[in-house]
């Protein structure tokens, strides 16, 4: 039987390859940080991971990862509810929600698996979910695992989200479901007039707000914050794998009675293992330096104006916003990559988003700021985009 699979799998890889659709993953033979070593070349100035407050790499993290290792141990082996719940779960979860001004917190191995185990755990048949369709695949597939009615609304269109809401009145809840921050866009939700809909028509709200907690708003607490909802909103998901320390490890937090259940009835959380202790001690870590410091946000959001005034000025196609994602929108799939190549050449490490990451004709080099870039890398980063562009 596999004969047959293989010969079509061959071909399904052949034509993803010509379309120059194919995603070849470079090797990064150093420490994450600003300036990486890919492969076995000359280290290149990293542009395009999600390390939004230069954390991954960060002497502190480090240190008090290596403390938690001596002190808790490598792993749990076990999952919460069983033998794998120790007092920095707890401290964390603890953290999390003072950080975000939230009731509760629920840790899982990732923002994946806490969308994954949220929608079927709160809701049924009788129920909906109203989702914007440019939403995370993480939210999708969770959306998909539960028997709630399905709406869908165009990306950020509140009159479209209105009709939605209207179409869902029969339903026992609906619950509003929306990225913080479209990943690919660098587009903010706009959460103020979600709450105001969700009010009118009595439905929850819930954000994934991955791409912002850390970074966004003027404490970093995440759109919540920057939109002034902090209280509206029900629940929200995120990742430690990005602005806060970029390992690994994900949440949901909020209102108290969801997270209670979730803790008895998210089949994630339920038969997946615990946090390793060292990812949980230097989250801990990282909370605690984000609340006595606003030193790192303060670089990336001068990192992120000085790259997008540059660009704007050299004539390259930005998406507008503020936002440290800055997609360069080039269209077509195939020049992406040769850009993105022409750029490693010029000492610059970013990667080409295509089909099916970005849809058709909409292929981009998604740059991303980090508070570890100097004044000079982006600088650097810009003249590059100049040299890279009059090659092609």
């Known amino acids: 039987m596999y004969g047959e699979l293989k010969t079509d799998l061959l071909k399904t890889i052949e034509e993803i390859r010509e379309a120059g659709l194919y995603k070849s993953e470079r090797v990064i033979a150093t420490p994450q940080n600003a300036s990486v070593r890919v492969g076995s070349g000359d280290e290149v100035l990293n542009f395009c991971a999600n390390n939004y407050l230069g954390l991954a790499d960060h002497p502190q993290l480090i240190e008090a990862a290596k403390k938690a290792l001596d002190d808790w141990g490598f792993g749990m082996a ?6 794998g719940t120790q007092e920095p779960h707890k401290e964390l979860e603890r953290k999390l929600s003072e950080f975000l001004g939230t009731e509760d917190t629920i840790l899982y191995s990732s923002c994946f698996d806490a969308n994954g185990g949220l929608f079927e755990t709160l809701l049924g048949a009788e129920d909906a979910i109203i989702s914007d369709e440019l939403n995370h695949a993480s939210i999708i597939d969770g959306v998909r695992l539960s028997k709630a009615r399905r709406f869908r609304y165009k990306n ?32 903010l939700a706009p959460l103020d007039e979600i709450c105001d809909l969700a009010e009118r028509y009595n439905a929850l709200v819930m954000v ?11 404490t970093g607490r995440g759109t919540p914050e920057l939109f002034g909802v902090q209280d509206r909103v029900d629940i929200v998901t995120g990742t ?19 997270v209670e259940l979730l803790r008895q009835r998210s089949r994630p959380y339920l038969f ?13 870590a990282t909370l605690d330096m984000l609340s006595n410091s606003s030193e790192l946000l303060v670089q990336l959001r001068s990192n992120t104006e000085l790259f997008r005034r540059r660009m704007t000025e050299e004539g390259f196609d930005l998406l507008p916003g503020e936002h440290p994602i800055i997609p360069v929108m080039i269209g077509d799939a195939a020049e992406a990559a040769k850009l993105a190549d022409l750029l490693l050449e010029q000492g610059i490490y970013v990667i080409g988003f295509s089909y099916p990451v970005v849809p058709h004709g909409k292929a981009r080099i ?8 100097t004044t000079e890398d982006v600088n650097r980063a810009v003249d590059a985009f100049i040299a890279a562009r009059a090659k092609m």
Do not use: W
């Open 208 to 218: 994934d707000d991955s791409h912002a907690v850390g970074f966004t708003g003027p």
């Open 78 to 83: 076990s999952v919460r509810f069983i033998c």
């Open 156 to 187: 950020r269109d509140m009159d479209d989200l209105e009709r939605q809401l209207k179409d869902a009145a029969d339903a026992r809840y609906r619950l509003i479901a929306t990225d913080g921050v479209f990943s690919m866009d660098g587009y």
């Open 366 to 373: 998604r740059t991303q700021m980090s508070a570890s870039h």
């Open 240 to 258: 430690l794998g990005k602005a806060l320390g970029g390992a690994s490890g994900g949440y949901t937090s909020g209102r108290k009675e969801i």
């Open 272 to 284: 997946s293992n615990s946090l390793a202790p060292s990812i949980t001690a230097a989250a801990i």
